[in-house]
């Protein structure tokens, strides 16, 4: 299964049982469903999902404050990670960011400092470590490293983008439970 056979789209209400789902076995402080809806329902965020014959295989989303993006929260499903889900999406969001009426100048988001193919994930795609915010976990006192992604206005960044679109359709290959 290519990659170019996976579909990208907006996440809607109808997606919050497969979230929730995912969720619950990629995060310590899952979101509840009345988040989720809320969330859904505002104008102001950006959701994407990934489907693979109907099924949602990942998720991205946050919100715009000003000209930056907060990267809120994403996942892959357990049978499909370590191929490419995570990357697609985060370039399609980045896509999207930069096409956007409104110019977006950064991305930001916090990720838990032990959060080791997170971290990686997001170095792939240029943001870096800029502080840290001490405990921010509640579930267990983990600090949070607090990563920047600046320069998306930058016709520079839209040719990067383009060349991680090429090599990811080239090389990648989703195999998993569908
Ligand atoms: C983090 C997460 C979204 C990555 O999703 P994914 O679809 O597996 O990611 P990709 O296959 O696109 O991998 C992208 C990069 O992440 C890193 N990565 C992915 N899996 C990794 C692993 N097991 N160990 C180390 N690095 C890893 C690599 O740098 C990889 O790039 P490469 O393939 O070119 O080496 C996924 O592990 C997940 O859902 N985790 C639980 C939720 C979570 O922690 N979200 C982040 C909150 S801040």
Same mark, same amino acid.
């Given at each position: 299964m290519k990659i170019d056979q996976v579909n990208i789209r907006a996440l809607i209400p109808a997606d919050i049982d497969s979230i929730m789902s995912?969720?619950?076995?990629?995060?310590?402080?899952?979101?509840t469903r009345t988040l989720w809806e809320k969330e859904l329902s505002r104008s102001d965020r950006v959701y994407l999902a990934v489907s693979l014959k109907e099924q949602l295989i990942?998720?991205? #989303?946050?919100l715009v404050i000003e000209k930056d993006f907060h990267i809120m929260t994403i996942a892959t499903k357990t049978d499909f990670r370590s191929q490419g889900v995570a990357s697609f999406l985060l370039q399609a969001l980045l896509k999207k960011l930069i096409q956007m @009426?409104? $110019?977006?100048?950064?991305v930001t988001l916090e990720v838990r400092a032990s959060n080791e193919? +997170?971290? +990686? *994930?997001?170095r792939k795609f240029?943001?870096? @470590?800029?502080?840290? =915010? =001490?405990?921010?976990y509640q &579930?267990? #006192? $983990?600090d949070a490293l607090i990563?920047? *992604?600046? #320069?998306? &206005?930058?016709?520079?960044? *839209?040719t990067k983008l383009q060349h991680?679109?090429?090599? *990811?359709?080239? $090389?990648?290959?989703?195999?998993?439970v569908s």
């Open positions: 995912i969720d619950a076995v990629s995060f310590v402080e899952a979101w990942g998720y991205v #989303g946050g @009426p409104k $110019e977006i100048d950064g193919s +997170a971290k +990686a *994930l997001y240029g943001f870096a @470590p800029v502080g840290i =915010r =001490r405990g921010y &579930s267990n #006192g $983990e990563m920047w *992604l600046h #320069g998306l &206005s930058k016709t520079s960044f *839209l991680a679109e090429n090599s *990811l359709a080239l $090389e990648s290959d989703i195999q998993g």
